[in-house]
Each structure stands twice: as C-alpha cells, then as structure tokens.
C-alpha cells in the first residue's frame, strides 16, 4: 500500500454536542521524497522572550523579527533584521508609560505578546502592558508613536485591522477585567466599554467584507471572549462598542482565529475537548463543530477556504464553509504541534501551510496535505507557530522559528 496517501473514515463526536460533524477525509503520510530543511541563519538567545510574542514586521524591503526581551534588568523590545543582525532596542524606561514596576519578585513588569500592522501607512509593533499601557512603536527605529493609558489591568495581546471598514487600520485593546479599548492610527479614543467579565483571550478583529456592507453578513466586528466561573461568552462589537450579539460557545476555547470564507467571515475557536467550533460573525449562530482528536486543538492561519489546526502529533486543513476535514497529517509522534502558518515558501505566489511543533520539527505541506520539506532546529522547545520571510533573497518564504530561549532560526529547503 502507498504509505503516501492513505484514505480512512473518522467517526467524530463529541459528547452528543450539537453539530459535531462526521467527515471522510485523506490521512496523507510522511513521503519519503520530502526534501530537508537546511539553517540558513540563526541568532544568540535572548532573555525574556519564550518565543509565543514574536511577530514579523516589514519595511522598505527588509523584514524584522520583534520580541520582548530583557535588557539591562527591565524589559524592553527588540528588532532583529532577518538575515542581519539587532536593529534597535526600546526599554519601556524610555517610553511614556505608567507604573513600570515588577512584582514582589523583583521580575522586569510584563507586557503581552507583541502584535505588528500597518497604522497610517505605517509599520508598527503594539502591546500591552501589565500595568494597563497600550503601547505603540513605529517598527523602523522602535520610537514611540504613542502611548493610551487605560484603568485596567493590561498584559493581553492587542489586534489590529480595519473595524470600520474604510480603508484604515485601527487598534484594539482588551483588559483582564472587561474593559475594552479601541483607537485610530493616531491614538485618540474611538470608544471605551466595560464588558463585565474577564478576559483571557486575544481580541480579534473581523474585518468587513465591503466597505458599503449592504447586509449583515458583510459587517465586521470587534470579536472578545469573556469568562465568568469557567463559562465562555463571544461577544461581537460594533465600529462604536456597540454589542451586535453574544453567544456561548459549546467548546471551552483555548485558541481562536478569524477567517473570510465565500458565505460571510467566521470565528474559529480550537477547543480543550479537541473540537473545531465556527461561528457566524453575521449573528453568532453556530456554522458547524467537529471533533478531531479527545486533547486540545490550536486553531492556526488559514488560506482561501480551509482553516489549519494542530494537536497532539497531528496536523488538520478543515474545509470552512462545512467543516469537512480537506485531510490529516501526522508527525512528530505525541509531541504537540504549535497552530500552524502559512507561507509563500515557493515563492510561487501562493501560500502553503507549515507546523512546528514543541520539540521544533518543521514540516512544509502542499495545500493537498503534501510533505514537501521536513527538518528541525536542533536540541529546542519552541512553543510558538512558524513566521515567514525572505532571508536568503530568492523571492520565496523561509520558515522563521523562534525557540523558548529566544533564539531565531531561518530554515530553507
């Protein structure tokens, strides 16, 4: 038998929970012909930084690798140009913060895991911090571009996008208490609100589909997840903090994403029971929820009409419009994969989804579930999904992972 291509059918359910899905799917294995990975660049660790908060920004040609790091005793950001070497660092000594301080612990303040954008036209890195900063630097030279102070506790992963659908960028906050904060590109107050609840999760930012929505199913929206005694409610804003609707999901979601499909965007949700749950943003009503495995899932990128998901030793592409699962790869064993990414690493235009998972094996995969290039990064726990960029200047993606010791490492095939 063709180890290669393997068809199986999956009963999947999940506790008799309404809309579980049952799929036929292609379990695709390893092929022995994929090519390797090879390290082409690799910087020093770095204090601080566990991997989880870094992102990719790009200027003028050039992309950089943006992480929080530990500089000096306190915490700062770091820029690290792919290919080269430490382009700047920013202390939050030097920006217009509130209280800076660590805890009892004498441990630099936090900040949240780092977001990059575009506002303005410009390329740029925000976070929150611990003390309730939401804090922006221009991503050229890490200069402050400004600083919005809210009453609440910060520490959770801001979002940026076009909430209002006309053409600019805005930026959004959540605090852990419910507050929710979002801005323009220049800083100033769109509208504040208090949701009554924690929160826990990054806000997502769903973007219209039309810049004249002629029905709801175009409109976008400020999606955020609260919790109250281990009970979960989505709540999807409005352009004015306006609530359009709540729901309560049927998974406990440890991870979410937004997507566009053809019928309106979704919310994605990977749930602790191992389930893929959507939601419409159109009314919050369910689109579908299938089971993949019985252990948490992590909801990834996703591409033009599928959504990647990893687990425990598996890699799933689920169709968005009916959760179909496209096909299942598995590697790596019992190791957990990281939420996987996509990256035009053929430099063909198109994008094709990539895992790592904790012990840092990477696997490159053809939209049909392919293995096209398979390879690590050594002795490393990585905890953080694949980044891309140009490192070697031949037009195609290289696969960027960023180890628990804070180490960035570009791999080529």
């Known amino acids: 038998m ?20 049952v799929a036929l799917f292609a379990f695709v294995g390893i092929d022995d012909t994929s090519i390797d990975t090879e390290i082409v660049w690799e910087t020093e660790p770095v204090e601080g930084d566990d991997g989880t908060g870094a992102v990719i920004a790009s200027m003028e040609g050039d992309s950089v690798v943006l992480q929080s790091t530990v500089a000096d005793g306190e915490r700062a950001v770091r820029a690290t140009t792919v290919g080269e070497g430490v382009a700047w660092t920013t202390p939050l000594s030097a920006l217009a913060v509130g209280d800076r301080g660590g805890d009892e612990t004498d441990d630099p303040a936090g900040i949240s895991e780092l977001t990059s954008g575009t506002l303005g036209g410009d390329p740029v890195v925000a976070f929150t911090t611990d003390s309730g900063s939401l804090v922006v630097l221009d991503a050229a030279d890490g200069a402050e571009r400004f600083v919005v102070e809210t009453d609440a506790p ?27 904060l979002v801005v323009d590109g220049d800083g100033d107050r769109l509208f504040e609100t208090d949701l009554g609840e924690s929160v826990d999760r990054r806000p997502l930012i769903v973007e219209p589909t039309d810049s004249t929505p002629t029905d709801d199913a175009d409109l976008g929206g400020l999606a955020v997840a609260t919790e109250r005694d281990g009970n979960y409610t989505v709540h999807l804003l409005d352009e004015r903090g306006e609530t359009r609707w709540t729901t309560t999901p049927a998974v406990t979601p440890l991870s979410w994403n937004a997507a566009d499909t053809r019928n309106g965007p979704i919310l994605a949700l990977g749930g602790a029971n191992g389930n893929l749950e959507t939601i419409e943003t159109e009314d919050g009503s369910l689109r579908y929820e299938i089971g993949l495995q019985d252990r948490p899932v992590s909801v990834g990128d996703a591409s033009p009409g599928q959504v990647f998901v990893g687990g425990v030793g598996s890699v799933w592409a689920v169709d968005l419009l009916d959760g179909e699962v496209s096909w299942k790869q598995q590697y790596g064993g019992q190791t957990r994969v990281n939420p996987p990414g996509v990256g035009d690493v053929d430099g063909d235009g198109t994008v094709a989804p990539v895992a790592v998972n904790r012990d840092g094996d990477t696997l490159v995969m053809s939209r049909t579930g392919e293995a096209l290039t398979r390879g690590g990064v050594g002795s490393a726990v990585v905890y953080a999904g694949p980044l891309f960029a140009d490192v070697t200047d031949d037009g195609s993606d290289e696969v960027i992972v960023v180890t628990e010791d804070g180490r960035i490492i570009a791999l080529s095939r």
């Open 2 to 21: 063709d180890r290669r291509v393997l068809f199986a059918s999956l009963i999947l359910f999940a506790g008799g929970a309404t809309g579980v899905g």
């Open 154 to 180: 910060g520490g959770l992963q801001p979002a940026i996008g076009d909430l209002t659908g006309n053409g600019e960028s805005e930026l959004a906050a959540t605090g852990a208490d419910g507050t929710v």
